[in-house]
């Protein structure tokens, strides 16, 4: 069929007068109603065009049974489900233009059956018979209206109410448009980013042209050194279609292996040859902490020990938020400690804020040490996308500083009397005392009786020697007695010398005692 003869049949269609016919005593809503049981449906009547060619416009007209809609009118008709022989009942047509333009010439009929006496009709229509019809004439866009039919059954059956509608066909116009579609990329990437990050990036195709880009494809081909979270090396989209003046867009999420700046292609392809490209480039920095933990090498049990706890940032980018936290050895206890840190829980920790690439902080601190042997104080330092750590080892020792103490019980005596020398010695350093020797020397006015004490002794004429004592803890006491009788008078010195693994020359004691005779 040629396109003249399509337009000649669209017109030809639309003058056809429309006719919808409903079962009377059913009411009707946009469809018909199913025929009751038992009775015959009436018959249904249908018009319709060719369907046209693709991309051309024409006018289309259904007329099915009962109420309709169609591309110009809609018809409407409602009535009572069942009315009395006799009794006056109202039979409703509701006619709407469907179009935004005005239906000019519109003649509405509504037909009922014989066996209907028709009284009145509203607006007021020209009545034949059992018939009435309305010269609407024009019917604006969207305009909806309404006409009745007033009447009465004159005898029992199925009424049937039938409508039949007209109108001008306007005139009928068919528009072709040319059209050309154009394909624009972005990718919109972070300038910079650190390595710990991923970088989320968006491409963004956009239809610049006139008509629909088709079958659209968007390839994002990564530098070495960036893959997809997957470890992909390029990514690929499907975006389908796109209506002139829309744009689609997709989110990637790639990551860095390595420092460095990265530019990446992205292209976008349509049907028809259409093709695109962008190119974006991201910065990828990192920050690179060191600690170096300064104290010294040796300290003895109660002194203090000094550090100092350099932060440094290696990298090419900051170190945001960066906080250093040290644990406090549990042999050792903070004395003072710089730049307002917190102390809790055995751990000291300072907020040092963002430290520049290149830059560093150092902070300070003193620990008093209360235990011999290794004190570990290790550091750790923090930061958004950087962590480094640093110990100092400071060797504790302790001291034995021993104290020798003799007194006699007894003094004066008198010749042929025994007297008792206490000898006691106390570990008041820091560390153990080991193989502790007590040597007694007696003078000549004096001999030797017996001994007890922490380990044996040996007597040799005046000198009397304590077997080693094997070790004494720091602030431990023992005690050794000897008891020796005066010989012959005089003003004499009982004389103690203590050795041990720890000194470097021997510790001495002297106890005066008075001897005297009656003679």
Do not use: H
Not at 148 to 169: N, P, Y
Not at 305 to 334: C, E, F, H, Q
Request: glycine share 8%.
């Amino acid at each position: 069929m040629t396109r003249t003869e399509q337009i000649l049949t669209m017109l030809l269609i639309a003058a056809i007068a429309l006719v919808g016919c409903g079962q009377p005593g059913t009411e009707i809503a946009g469809r018909p109603a199913p025929p009751d049981a038992g009775r015959p449906a009436p018959p249904s009547n249908t018009r319709t065009a060719p369907p046209p060619a693709p991309g051309q416009a024409m006018v289309r007209m259904a007329l099915p049974t009962g109420d309709f809609s169609t591309s110009v009118l809609s018809l409407e008709k409602t009535a009572p489900k069942e009315v009395l022989v006799g009794k006056p009942f109202v039979y409703n047509i509701r006619l709407t233009n469907l179009t935004g333009s005005a239906l000019k010439g519109v003649v509405l009929t509504g037909k009922l059956s014989n066996n209907v006496t028709l009284t009145g009709t509203a607006p007021k229509g020209a009545v034949t018979g059992s018939n009435a019809t309305w010269k609407v004439g024009a019917l604006g866009p969207k305009q909806s209206k309404t006409f009745s039919l007033q009447g009465s059954a004159k005898a029992t059956g199925v009424l049937t109410g039938c409508s039949e509608v007209t109108f001008d066909v306007p005139e009928v116009c068919l528009s072709i448009k040319a059209v050309q579609p154009a394909l624009k990329i972005q990718k919109i990437a972070p300038a910079e980013v650190l390595l710990c990050e991923n970088i989320v990036s968006k491409i963004i195709v956009t239809n610049t042209g006139t008509g629909k880009a088709s079958n659209i494809r968007v390839q994002d081909n990564l530098p070495a050194g960036v893959t997809t979270v997957d470890g992909k090396s390029a990514a690929a989209f499907d975006f389908g279609d796109i209506p002139p003046g829309e744009a689609r867009q997709v989110t990637v999420t790639t990551k860095a292996s390595k420092t460095g700046k990265f530019t990446n292609t992205a292209t976008a392809a349509a049907d028809g040859g259409l093709t695109a490209q962008t190119s974006a480039t991201t910065n990828v920095t990192v920050p690179n902490l060191a600690v170096d933990v300064a104290g010294p090498k040796t300290r003895f049990v109660g002194r203090t020990a000094n550090y100092t706890i350099t932060v440094a940032n290696k990298g090419n980018a900051a170190a945001r938020d960066t906080v250093l936290i040290g644990a406090i050895p549990a042999s050792a206890t903070l004395v003072t400690a710089s730049d307002k840190a917190s102390v809790a829980a055995g751990k000291i920790s300072w907020k040092l804020g963002a430290i520049k690439a290149g830059a560093s902080r150092k902070v300070t601190m003193a620990l008093k040490m209360s235990k011999q042997g290794p004190a570990r104080t290790t550091v750790a330092a923090t930061a958004y996308c950087s962590k480094a750590s640093g110990q100092a080892v400071t060797t504790v020792r302790g001291i034995p500083a021993i104290l020798l103490e003799c007194v006699d019980l007894e003094d004066p005596i008198e010749v042929g009397a025994n007297t008792t020398y206490v000898i006691a010695v106390t570990n008041q350093g820091s560390a153990v005392g080991t193989n502790i020797v007590i040597e007694c020397t007696l003078p000549a006015e004096q001999t030797f009786v017996s001994a007890t004490g922490p380990t044996k002794e040996t007597a040799k004429g005046q000198v009397v020697t304590f077997a080693p004592l094997k070790s004494l803890a720091p602030k431990a006491k023992t005690t050794y007695r000897l008891i020796v009788k005066g010989v012959k008078s005089g003003d004499v010195r009982f004389k103690v010398s203590l050795t041990s693994d720890q000194m470097t020359s021997p510790a001495g004691e002297t106890e005066s005692t008075y001897i005297y005779s009656d003679e």
